[in-house]
């Protein structure tokens, strides 16, 4: 188990190996579908710059939070992990714009992202499903929201967390993937079946 404060040097992201349990303190950001794309589409508007530098070295989550306002301050009620593949076609581009560190997400990414993760020194790191809540009480506090029209899932939110986890390395930085060791288990055990 490690815990790891952001922003994340490539040095240590290369240390890191699937199978790893990773607990992130600091500031994390959340973006989906219409985030990535926003990045895709207007990088060079004011707003999208502040988010690429913020984002350098940095860790993005693919989840859409529900939040609520106390006392003129947002607070996160529950924020449970995206299916990350829907972000599949746009990633490697997002990543060479962002220079992003760390993916946090549920179920993985293609495989043929392991050789942007390697040039680029990112890791995945998947996050339990089911603990939208749980997840919520790691959150110190909500820093600041950007793209606040695309609506409150797809906007990118800036959050301070301390502890945030337990999330294990899925796809690692040196071309390692928990969702391909298993796939092969998984087509050797059923090629095994059918002799």
């Known amino acids: 188990m490690v815990t790891l404060k952001t922003p994340l040097s490539k040095e240590i992201i290369k240390k890191l190996n699937v199978g790893d349990i990773v607990y992130l303190n600091g500031i994390i950001y959340t973006g989906r579908d219409e985030a990535h794309l926003t990045i895709l589409e207007e990088g060079e508007k004011p707003e999208s710059k ?59 990414m293609k495989d043929e992202l392991l050789d942007a993760f390697n040039a680029h020194g990112v890791v995945y790191l998947g996050a339990p499903g089911g603990c939208a809540a749980l997840l919520a009480n790691s959150i ?27 999330l294990i390395v899925s796809m690692d930085a040196n071309g390692n993937s928990i969702y391909k060791e298993v796939n092969n288990i998984v087509n050797k055990n059923l090629e095994k079946m059918i002799q």
């Open 140 to 166: 110190v506090e909500v820093k600041g929201v950007y793209y606040e029209e695309l609506g409150m899932p797809e906007a990118f939110w800036e959050l301070e967390v301390k502890d945030f986890g337990p």
């Open 50 to 108: 502040i988010i690429v530098e913020k984002l350098k070295h940095g860790a993005i989550y693919h989840a859409g939070p529900i939040m609520k306002k106390e006392n003129n301050k947002w607070k996160c009620v529950a924020i449970g992990p995206t299916t990350s593949a829907r972000m599949n076609n746009m990633e490697e581009e997002f990543i060479k714009i962002t220079d992003i560190s760390v993916i946090v997400g549920k179920g993985g």
